[in-house]
Each structure stands twice: as structure tokens, then as C-alpha cells.
């Protein structure tokens, strides 16, 4: 810790203890100090860097400028700030000035905001993507067992074994079913089971499971009202399905190119399966639509089975 008289001498000088006064209250950086105090950039550095070698302030580097606040040691010299602030004519002044910088500082962010309003969803921003709302979400759900019905290479099954008390991961592919156990034991995750089997037939006992996902995997089969039956026998009373699949679209290639036995499905033929099979409190909506050509939509699907 710096000597006690060094802290004492280097603070006694009343314009640094202006800066200590404003950086006990606020990070600030030198133009703002510069702003707030009227002194010049070389004078406000030379105050900071003797500040800073007694212990009394440190520093942070953000974007091109360092913010400045009061260090740990700064607490050494509270009780003499607080007279300080009673003797230095200037102290009230310069807080009503920092006030208004720290108020243009709001601005320039309230600004970009301004300026990027109704297309910021468009655009990118970092740090943020669907991936990072899921995991919130995710974090949410109470411990269930889920099924992941056409779960691929299990990625979507991982993510939710993240919070699932257990994740029953079925696909009729069974290089698919491999590649999804070699990954959850790489990643040393030993709460999905993967199982081999088809939508229509699943290998699941009855009232087995609290919730069933479709993720984009309906349209590959070949009686999606058959699937969603099965869906409806392995749930528990008051257990709840969700759909997530594609609008239908007239891309025919989609057939070969992805093996889709159907081009996506319109709300209310989704509807109509899901109360036909027995679902109840059915909510659809369309949730997103790719920029790109041919601009799939995707569908999102949300029921209930009765309770009984």
C-alpha cells in the first residue's frame, strides 16, 4: 500500500482533490474531466498520473479512451474528501458540470439508437443471436423429460438436456443416432438417451414424457398426422407439444435437396392435426422468414394435452 504520507501530500493539492471529489462519484475520462473542470488535457493527465502513483485513482481502457475512478486506497481520504467538499469554493459547480457531461455522454448512446431505430433487429449487433435467447429461455424451463422427435445429430437435444431432467433424443437414422452419442460423450453430457426409431412408431412407452419438440423434422414425414398422434400417446396429461417447421412453400426442390416429404405446412392444416389428435389450447404462429431466396417462414406450433 502507498505510504500514508505520500497519499496525504499528493492530495493535498486542490485541484486534485476537484478530481477526486468527481471521480468518487463517477468514472470519467479525461476530456470530460477537461469539459468538466476547464483545465488542459496535459495538466489533467500530469494530476491523474501522480493520483494514480499514489493508489488514490486507477484506470480502464474503453473503445480509444481511459475512464478514471477512485482506486481502493481512495477510501483513506473519504472523511478528508468530505471536508474537502465543504472548503473547495468550486466542488458544487463541478458536480452540476459533470452532470451535464455524464447527460451528453446518454445522448450520444440515445443518439446511435435513434438513428438505428426500425432496422436494428435487421442488422447485426454482437453478442446477440437466437442461440443466446434460447439458452436464456432454456434456463427458464423447469427439469422435464423431453422428447426431441427427429432429433439429427442431436444438437438441438443437447441444448436442452442443458436444464432437461432427462431428453429422449428418436431419429430413423442410425448414422444419425451414432454421431449424436459420440457427441454427448464428448461433451461428457449423460442425460440424453438417443433412440432409433420412426416419428410414426416411436419407442417410447405411453405418458412417458412432459414435453415433445418438432424441430424442423415434420416435414419429413410421411403421415405428420400419424407423428403428431404419437406425440400425443407419450405425453402425460397436461403435457405440452411444440412445432417448429417450415410455412408452406412451393421450393420443390426442397424434396431433393433436403429429403422433405412435405413442403412445410399452412397454420391451419397444423391446427387441424393437432386438435384432431386429441391437443387442446392450440396457439400458431409465424415467427421468422428468411431474407434469402426462397424465403422459408417458419411456423411455430404450441398445444396442450387434456388433463385428466
Given at each position: 500500500?502507498?505510504?500514508?504520507?505520500?497519499?496525504?501530500?499528493?492530495?493535498?493539492?486542490?485541484?486534485?482533490?476537484?478530481?477526486?471529489?468527481?471521480?468518487?462519484?463517477?468514472?470519467?475520462?479525461?476530456?470530460?474531466?477537461?469539459?468538466?473542470?476547464?483545465?488542459?488535457?496535459?495538466?489533467?493527465?500530469?494530476?491523474?498520473?501522480?493520483?494514480?502513483?499514489?493508489?488514490?485513482?486507477?484506470?480502464?481502457?474503453?473503445?480509444?479512451?481511459?475512464?478514471?475512478?477512485?482506486?481502493?486506497?481512495?477510501?483513506?481520504?473519504?472523511?478528508?474528501?468530505?471536508?474537502?467538499?465543504?472548503?473547495?469554493?468550486?466542488?458544487?459547480?463541478?458536480?452540476?458540470?459533470?452532470?451535464?457531461?455524464?447527460?451528453?455522454?446518454?445522448?450520444?448512446?440515445?443518439?446511435?439508437?435513434?438513428?438505428?431505430?426500425?432496422?436494428?433487429?435487421?442488422?447485426?449487433?454482437?453478442?446477440?443471436?437466437?442461440?443466446?435467447?434460447?439458452?436464456?429461455?432454456?434456463?427458464?424451463?423447469?427439469?422435464?423429460?423431453?422428447?426431441?422427435?427427429?432429433?439429427?445429430?442431436?444438437?438441438?437435444?443437447?441444448?436442452?438436456?442443458?436444464?432437461?431432467?432427462?431428453?429422449?433424443?428418436?431419429?430413423?437414422?442410425?448414422?444419425?443416432?451414432?454421431?449424436?452419442?459420440?457427441?454427448?460423450?464428448?461433451?461428457?453430457?449423460?442425460?440424453?438417451?438417443?433412440?432409433?426409431?420412426?416419428?410414426?412408431?416411436?419407442?417410447?412407452?405411453?405418458?412417458?414424457?412432459?414435453?415433445?419438440?418438432?424441430?424442423?423434422?415434420?416435414?419429413?414425414?410421411?403421415?405428420?398426422?400419424?407423428?403428431?398422434?404419437?406425440?400425443?400417446?407419450?405425453?402425460?396429461?397436461?403435457?405440452?407439444?411444440?412445432?417448429?417447421?417450415?410455412?408452406?412453400?412451393?421450393?420443390?426442390?426442397?424434396?431433393?435437396?433436403?429429403?422433405?416429404?412435405?413442403?412445410?405446412?399452412?397454420?391451419?392444416?397444423?391446427?387441424?392435426?393437432?386438435?384432431?389428435?386429441?391437443?387442446?389450447?392450440?396457439?400458431?404462429?409465424?415467427?421468422?422468414?428468411e431474407p434469402e431466396t426462397p424465403q422459408f417462414q417458419t411456423l411455430l406450433a404450441v398445444a396442450s394435452k387434456l388433463a385428466t
Amino acid at each position: 500500500m502507498p505510504s500514508l504520507v505520500k497519499i496525504l501530500r499528493v492530495a493535498a493539492d486542490p485541484n486534485r482533490l476537484r478530481i477526486l471529489l468527481l471521480l468518487r462519484a463517477e468514472e470519467l475520462s479525461v476530456a470530460e474531466l477537461q469539459e468538466v473542470l476547464t483545465m488542459g488535457q496535459s495538466t489533467i493527465s500530469t494530476h491523474l498520473a501522480q493520483l494514480k502513483q499514489a493508489g488514490l485513482v486507477e484506470d480502464r481502457r474503453t473503445g480509444k479512451s481511459n475512464l478514471y475512478s477512485l482506486a481502493g486506497a481512495g477510501s483513506i481520504v473519504n472523511e478528508l474528501l468530505m471536508q474537502a467538499k465543504k472548503e473547495i469554493p468550486e466542488a458544487d459547480p463541478d458536480q452540476a458540470a459533470m452532470r451535464r457531461v455524464l447527460k451528453k455522454r446518454q445522448e450520444r448512446s440515445r443518439a446511435f439508437f435513434d438513428s438505428v431505430a426500425g432496422r436494428l433487429g435487421k442488422d447485426y449487433v454482437p453478442g446477440k443471436s437466437w442461440k443466446s435467447v434460447a439458452e436464456a429461455l432454456l434456463r427458464l424451463m423447469p427439469p422435464m423429460v423431453i422428447a426431441d422427435l427427429g432429433a439429427g445429430e442431436g444438437s438441438f437435444a443437447l441444448m436442452l438436456a442443458e436444464r432437461a431432467k432427462k431428453v429422449i433424443a428418436v431419429d430413423s437414422s442410425a448414422n444419425m443416432i451414432e454421431v449424436g452419442r459420440e457427441l454427448a460423450l464428448r461433451h461428457g453430457v449423460d442425460n440424453v438417451e438417443f433412440r432409433q426409431g420412426d416419428m410414426e412408431e416411436l419407442p417410447i412407452d405411453n405418458a412417458a414424457v412432459d414435453l415433445v419438440f418438432f424441430s424442423q423434422s415434420l416435414h419429413h414425414a410421411l403421415h405428420p398426422d400419424r407423428a403428431i398422434r404419437e406425440a400425443h400417446r407419450i405425453l402425460v396429461p397436461s403435457g405440452r407439444i411444440v412445432i417448429l417447421d417450415l410455412v408452406k412453400h412451393r421450393f420443390e426442390e426442397a424434396r431433393e435437396l433436403y429429403a422433405d416429404e412435405w413442403l412445410g405446412f399452412s397454420e391451419s392444416e397444423i391446427e387441424s392435426m393437432l386438435e384432431k389428435s386429441g391437443f387442446e389450447e392450440v396457439q400458431t404462429s409465424i415467427v421468422h422468414k428468411e431474407p434469402e431466396t426462397p424465403q422459408f417462414q417458419t411456423l411455430l406450433a404450441v398445444a396442450s394435452k387434456l388433463a385428466t
